[in-house]
């Protein structure tokens, strides 16, 4: 059984993207910044790609917190993750 983990460190974060060939991205709305997301091969249409810098100061203006799972249930790289309050857990 695999688990998953919480961490507002932005090295963990770019790490674990990059070693996925995850790249930043968002989606925008009508607010400011957008709705953050990792995008892995060929981008989303909806997915604007952006730069760590944006994506890191969107993600702290937000009090977002990463959580993400390291490897699947057969020991694989995981790709799950989502974007959840800070206070919140798993």
């Known amino acids: 059984m695999s688990q998953s983990q919480t961490t507002t460190n932005h090295d963990k974060i770019r790490k674990w993207a990059e070693e996925r060939d995850g790249r930043p991205a968002v989606v925008r709305t009508k607010g400011e910044g957008g709705i953050l997301r990792i995008d892995f091969g060929e981008p989303e249409e909806a997915f604007e790609p952006i730069e760590w ?32 309050e800070r206070n919140q857990k798993g």
């Open 53 to 84: 810098d944006e994506f890191f100061r969107i993600f702290d203006e937000n009090d977002l917190a990463f959580l993400y799972q390291a490897k699947t249930g057969e020991g694989k790289a995981s790709r799950f993750n989502k974007f959840v």
